[in-house]
């Protein structure tokens, strides 16, 4: 329960607050009213007028919380015209506190009269003590009534303000059945890509190696016959690389035994443009966050080798307030399409876990492949 003296306090900012919100409300009205004669204006004023109401909210909210105990309200996530709303509502325990207080005032001064004639007689001790009673009365009728003011403006509050978090909640509802949808399609297209990969690259190379043991089988020249096994065997070696990459790509066992900076560093070596990696990260992440980065760093990688002409790969991996952040930069020629489906799909692996993916690629470069993931 919070202390009545807290209260008091709240209320009276409160009355304080109200005054700046209703300044505010008069200049955004009068700021919406000219931006209808001026339309270039009109988009500006009303991003700008729901912004600095945020801001007021903002303040109302750590008055609620720290003097009237109000300290479940929902987070804000934007910027809206609700918040206009709240503060408009807001007048109201605003206007009821102020003239509680000023009743508050005319009772002292009515107190200091009664004192003074008291003490220049003008007034029995029968008389003195009925105006004690009454005024006693009347004191706890208006402390009773700040205590109500505190308790309408704290339901107000939450009556607006959960409402957006209502709201809020079912973006988020929203959001999460679009992220599985995406969840689901990226492993779909990761599934059609290992296929394809073991179809166009795996599966040939083992039926020419079939053919070529074929033919080591019916040579009759012994040279031939060495030459054949031979090239079988350094067959077998690149079909066991590509094996062995394919098997990288559905999931990176060696994060089992490394953490991600050393399993970069794997990739970095294997890599035919130069790599250079800053990893660090004081404790390690979960395993779905070091994964994603994993996945995201190996697509970055392979464009940059493929498409942009690269000649230096740059990986930065650091922490950064309650994120992790992952900067894949390189100095190829640009032009990635974020739409395309290896980076729309690591936007979806990285949308999967309330992270955000960017990419800047713009023609003649560099390109740059920014993720950053909530950890805690």
């Not at 500006?44 to 309200?73: D, K, S």
């Not at 408009?88 to 200091?112: E, K, S, T």
């Not at 007689?121 to 008389?127: I, M, Q, T």
């Amino acid at each position: 329960m919070t202390h009545p003296a807290r209260v008091g306090a709240g209320v009276a900012a409160g009355v304080l607050t109200a005054a700046g919100d209703l300044a505010f409300l008069l200049a955004a009205a009068v700021a919406a009213t000219g931006s209808v004669l001026v339309p270039p204006a009109r988009r500006r004023v009303g991003a700008l007028i729901p912004q600095y109401a945020t801001a007021l909210v903002r303040l109302e909210r750590r008055r609620l919380a720290e003097l009237l105990g109000a300290n479940e309200l929902p987070p804000i996530r934007t910027a809206g015209w609700r918040d206009v709303t709240y503060l408009a509502a807001r007048l109201l325990p605003g206007a009821l506190g102020a003239l509680a207080y000023l009743l508050l005032a005319i009772g002292a001064v009515l107190a200091w009269i009664l004192l003074s004639a008291t003490v220049r007689g003008d007034l029995s001790v029968a008389e003195f003590l009925l105006q004690v009673v009454i005024g006693t009365v009347l004191l706890m009728l208006n402390v009773q009534a700040i205590g109500s003011v505190g308790a309408l403006d704290v339901r107000i509050a939450r009556w607006l303000l959960d409402q957006g978090a209502r709201a809020a909640l079912e973006d988020r509802v929203r959001e999460l059945a679009s992220t599985r949808a995406g969840v689901i399609a990226a492993v779909d297209a990761e599934r059609q890509r290992i296929e394809r990969d073991l179809h166009d690259g795996l599966q040939q190379r083992l039926v020419a190696l079939g053919m070529l043991l074929g033919r080591a089988r019916r040579s009759q020249d012994t040279e031939r016959t060495y030459a054949l096994v031979k090239q079988a065997h350094e067959d077998v070696q690149r079909a066991l690389e590509e094996l062995r990459e394919v098997a990288w790509r559905v999931y990176p066992s060696a994060l089992e035994e490394s953490d991600l900076g050393q399993v970069l560093g794997m990739v970095a070596q294997r890599s035919t443009v130069p790599v250079r990696i800053r990893c660090d990260l004081p404790v390690r992440p979960d395993r779905q966050i070091e994964t994603v980065l994993y996945f995201v760093a190996c697509e970055a990688l392979t464009n940059a080798a493929k498409h942009a002409a690269a000649n230096l790969v740059t990986i930065d991996i650091e922490p950064r307030e309650g994120t992790i952040r992952m900067r894949v930069r390189d100095d190829g020629t640009g032009g990635a399409d974020p739409s395309g489906r290896g980076l729309s799909g690591l936007a979806r692996r990285v949308a999967a876990l309330d992270g955000q993916l960017r990419v800047d690629s713009p023609a003649g470069g560099p390109t740059t492949v920014l993720a950053e993931l909530p950890c805690a």
